[in-house]
C-alpha cells in the first residue's frame, strides 16, 4: 500500500514519480481538461475505473528495480516525531441570538431569490448573468418546514473558504484542560507545528482555519446555520482535487429534507444556504405531544428542565457535519469540510453535577449549566497523505477507497493530549475516507462505551478493545485516569491494518501493532495521553447501569419489508448530461432489480408518511465492506446475518451507519414521521459513495406540498432548475 521508509532511494525516486505522474492525470479531470473518455480511449483508464495497470503511472505494478510491487511514496515528516505536539480541542461556532435580525440579509422561509452578478469564471456564466444570493432551490417543496412555529433562536455563521491562520481560536475551556495551547496565538493551518503550512487551495475547511469546528444547540433550541460558500469561483483553483460546490449534510439530524444537505441540493461560491435546524425529538407531533414527560426535556439555561413535545427515548447527543456535494464527497471532505455538534438534553447535559433525577451525570464538567467540556472531548479521526512539499494530496482514481498513511487527531499528526486522574468522556468519530479503525489502550486496560452514532446505548459496554469503526459512525467512551500515577503515559492504538480502501484486512494483537512491523502505516499508536495532575475538585460524574433504552416499536405495525444489496458493478440507464447521473463501479440493487449507479433525480424507495419499515441491507461481495448510512431517521437492529443474538451490545442502541462486514446482511427497522421530502441511502465509504453506492428515497405521503414525486433540483449559478423524476419506488405501502 505504502512504500517503507527503509526503501532504498531508487525505489522512492521511482514511487514518487508514479505519484507525480498520477496527479498531473488527477487535476486534468479535475480541472475538465480531460474526460474519463478520453482516458478510456487512450488507454490510461479501465472500465472498472482505475488508472491502468503502467509502469510509472500505477504504484501496484512491478517495480524496474525489483518483482515487488512499488508501493505509493511515504508522506514526509520533516524531521517530526510523534507525540511532540498537543492535540488541539475543538473550535467552538459563535452563538448569536436574534438570527432574524443579526443575520443580513435576514433569514426567509422560502429560499432568499434576491439576485447578485454572477461571478463569470463560474461554468456556463457569461458576463452580466446574475443569480439567486441562496443557493437553496425555490419554491414551497424548499422551504423551510414548519418555520413559523420553530423561528431561529441561535444563528451561526461560517463560511467554506480557503487554508489561512486562525487568529480568533475559542476552545470552550482554560489552557490548562487544552494541553496548555495558548488560545490567543495564531494557528497557522498545518497539521503539525512542524510540517508545511498549508497552501490556500490544499485544504478548504470551516472558516478556512483548524482546529476543526463545534457546533453547541440544545434540544428545543431552534438553530440557523447560514453557510457561506467562499470557495475559488475557477474550479481549476484546487490544487489537483475537490469541487467548489457544497452541500452541508447534518449528518442523520432530525430535520426537514430542506435542512438535510441533499446531494443534489448544491451551492455555488458568492451563494450561502441557510440550514435550519430546529432540534426536536423524533415523533414531537404524535409522542408525548403536551410535553408532560420531564425525560423529554432540555436544560433552561438556570439549572432547570424544559419539558419539550417527542419521544425522549430518540435524544441524539454527538452529531457531525458535512459536505455531500454528489460525486465529490471524498474529495471535499477530506480537504477539510467537517465539522461535529454536541447536542445537550436533560439527560445529556453536558453538567456532571446536577443531581435531578432526570441528568445521567456523564463526565463533563461543572461551571455552567449545560455544555461544560473541561472534561468531555471530541476527536476526529482522519488519516491524511502530503506530497514531498508537505502539502495534501488524495487520488481520485483509487476508486476502491483512498487510504492516508498520516493518522491525525483533529487534524494534528500524532499528537498528546494532556488529563488529569479522573474520568473523561470522548467523542470519537471517523472522519477517513475508507480507514476503519480498531481502537485499544497500549496497556490494556478498560474502556467504556456508552454511546453509538451519536445515540447513547441502553447500558454502558465495558471493554478492552472497541469494536471496528466504519466511516461516519460515533463511539462515546468513558476512560477512568485515576487508575494511573501522574507522570504515567498511555496510549490510544489502531489495532486494524489495511492493505487497500475496500475494508480491513486483519486485526491485529496489542503487541503485533505497537510493533512497529505492519505494512499499513495507519496501524500503531495515534494518540498519547499524559497524566498531569490531580483534579483540583472531586470527580461526581458517573456512568449509570442504565442509560436511553430503545423505543419499543413492538405496537407499531410494519408496512413493508425492501431489501438494498450493495454491489460492485453497476448499470446507468439515466442520462448524465446535466450532472444528476453518475458513472461508477459501485451500486444499489433494490428489492431484487437491477444493479443502479447513483442518480439522485432516481427515486428507489418512497416510504409512506407515519409508517414503520423493515430495511435488509446486503453485502452483494466478500471483499469489500460497506458502512450504509440512512439519512434522517435512526434504526435499530434486529438481526446480523439472520440472527438477533449476533447483534453486540453496542450495536444494540439506535443507529444510522451499518456495517454490513464482508459478505454480511443487517435488517433493521425505523419509522418516517415529522418532516418530509427526499433524502439519501449510501456507503459511507466515500470513495464508493461518489462512484456510485448511493440512492434518493423519500417520505411520501405527509401532505403537499411533499406529494410523490417531487421534482428534482439541478442547480446553476444563475438559479435551480427542475426536472421530473425517474420513480422506481413501486406502489407506496
Known amino acids: 500500500m505504502y512504500l517503507s521508509r527503509q526503501a532504498s532511494r531508487a525505489r522512492q525516486r521511482e514511487a514518487e514519480n508514479t505519484r507525480r505522474n498520477r496527479l498531473e492525470i488527477v487535476k486534468a479531470l479535475s480541472h475538465g481538461q480531460i474526460t474519463r473518455r478520453e482516458l478510456l480511449k487512450w488507454g490510461l483508464f479501465t472500465a472498472a475505473g482505475a488508472l491502468a495497470w503502467k509502469q510509472g503511472l500505477n504504484p501496484f505494478v512491478r517495480s524496474a528495480y525489483a518483482s515487488i510491487p512499488t508501493g505509493s511514496p511515504r508522506s514526509p515528516l520533516f524531521g517530526v516525531q510523534p507525540f511532540s505536539a498537543p492535540m488541539p480541542r475543538f473550535d467552538l461556532i459563535p452563538r448569536h441570538a436574534n438570527p432574524l435580525t443579526y443575520l443580513n440579509p435576514a433569514p426567509t422561509r422560502l429560499a432568499n431569490t434576491i439576485q447578485q452578478l454572477c461571478d463569470p469564471r463560474l461554468p456556463g456564466v457569461v458576463a452580466g448573468d446574475t443569480g439567486p444570493v441562496e443557493g437553496r432551490p425555490p419554491g414551497e417543496i424548499w422551504a423551510h418546514q414548519r418555520w413559523d412555529e420553530y423561528l431561529p433562536q441561535i444563528a451561526m455563521e461560517v463560511t467554506q473558504e480557503g487554508a489561512k491562520t486562525n487568529t480568533v481560536y475559542n476552545p470552550g475551556v482554560a489552557s490548562n484542560h487544552n494541553s496548555g495551547i495558548d488560545p490567543a496565538a495564531p494557528i497557522p493551518l498545518k497539521f503539525h507545528p512542524g510540517f508545511p503550512t498549508q497552501d490556500p487551495n490544499s485544504v478548504w475547511t470551516f472558516n478556512g482555519t483548524i482546529p476543526p469546528k463545534l457546533a453547541i444547540s440544545r434540544y428545543g433550541e431552534c438553530v440557523l446555520l447560514r453557510h457561506h460558500n467562499r470557495l475559488p469561483y475557477d474550479r481549476t483553483q484546487n490544487n489537483g482535487f475537490g469541487v467548489h460546490t457544497i452541500s452541508t449534510h447534518e449528518h442523520n439530524g432530525h430535520h426537514g429534507a430542506e435542512n438535510d444537505g441533499f446531494t443534489g441540493a448544491f451551492f455555488y461560491p458568492g451563494q450561502f444556504y441557510d440550514y435550519h435546524w430546529p432540534w426536536v425529538l423524533a415523533g414531537c407531533f404524535s409522542i408525548n405531544t403536551a410535553a408532560t414527560d420531564i425525560r423529554a426535556s432540555t436544560p433552561n439555561g438556570s439549572g432547570g428542565l424544559t419539558k419539550i413535545p417527542g419521544d425522549w427515548h430518540e435524544t441524539m447527543s454527538t452529531h457531525w457535519f458535512h459536505d455531500h456535494m454528489f460525486e465529490h464527497t471524498a474529495e471535499n471532505v477530506y480537504k477539510g469540510n467537517a465539522a461535529m455538534s454536541n447536542i445537550y438534553s436533560g439527560l445529556d447535559r453536558g453538567n456532571e453535577a446536577i443531581n435531578d433525577g432526570v441528568n445521567l451525570r456523564l463526565p463533563s464538567g461543572t461551571a455552567k449549566d449545560y455544555g461544560n467540556l473541561e472534561y468531555d472531548v471530541n476527536l476526529m479521526l482522519a488519516d491524511k497523505a502530503f506530497d514531498q512539499d508537505g ?31 479522573r474520568k473523561y468522556r470522548f467523542r470519537i468519530l471517523n472522519a477517513s475516507v475508507a480507514r476503519f479503525y480498531k481502537i485499544m489502550l497500549s496497556d ?9 452514532d451519536g445515540n447513547l446505548l441502553p447500558k454502558p459496554v465495558v471493554l478492552t478493545r472497541l469494536d471496528e469503526i466504519g466511516i461516519a459512525e460515533r463511539y462515546d467512551i468513558v476512560i477512568d485516569f485515576s487508575r494511573y500515577r501522574i507522570g504515567e503515559r498511555v496510549r490510544m492504538v489502531n489495532l486494524l491494518e489495511h492493505e487497500d480502501g475496500r475494508k480491513p484486512e486483519d486485526s491485529l494483537s496489542l503487541a503485533e501493532a505497537l510493533s512497529g512491523k505492519s505494512s499499513d502505516p495507519g496501524v500503531g499508536a495515534f494518540l498519547e495521553f499524559r497524566i498531569v495532575r490531580d483534579p483540583a475538585r472531586p470527580d461526581v460524574s458517573q456512568v449509570p447501569a442504565t442509560l436511553i433504552p430503545n423505543p419499543d416499536l413492538s405496537a407499531i405495525p410494519v408496512a413493508r419489508i425492501r431489501e438494498f444489496e450493495f454491489k460492485r458493478g453497476a448499470d446507468q440507464p439515466l442520462s448524465t448530461a446535466d450532472g444528476s447521473a453518475s458513472e461508477g463501479e459501485w451500486g444499489i440493487r433494490t428489492d431484487g432489480g437491477d444493479t443502479l449507479a447513483a442518480a439522485y433525480n432516481r427515486i428507489s424507495a418512497a416510504p409512506r408518511f407515519g409508517t414503520r419499515e423493515v430495511w435488509r441491507l446486503k453485502n452483494g461481495g466478500g471483499g469489500w465492506d460497506h458502512p450504509i448510512h440512512i439519512h434522517f431517521e435512526e434504526g435499530q437492529i434486529l438481526s446480523r446475518d439472520g440472527s438477533a443474538s449476533k447483534v453486540p451490545a453496542w450495536e444494540r442502541g439506535r443507529k444510522d451507519v451499518y456495517r454490513l462486514r464482508p459478505g454480511g446482511e443487517v435488517v433493521l427497522t425505523m419509522q418516517f414521521r415529522d418532516w418530509g421530502g427526499m433524502f439519501m441511502q449510501h456507503c459511507h465509504n466515500t470513495t464508493h459513495e461518489d462512484h456510485a453506492m448511493l440512492m434518493r428515497w423519500e417520505i411520501d405521503g405527509g401532505g403537499a406540498p411533499y406529494l410523490r414525486p417531487l421534482p428534482t433540483p439541478i442547480p446553476r449559478p444563475q438559479g435551480c432548475t427542475f426536472k421530473d423524476p425517474v420513480d422506481r419506488s413501486g406502489p407506496s405501502a
Open 444 to 452: 490494556a486496560s478498560p474502556m467504556i462505551q456508552i454511546a453509538n
Open 391 to 421: 502539502q495534501l494530496v488524495f487520488d481520485i482514481f483509487d476508486r476502491d477507497g483512498f487510504l492516508g498513511d498520516l493518522v491525525t487527531v483533529n487534524l494534528t499528526y500524532k499528537p498528546y493530549f494532556e488529563v488529569e486522574r
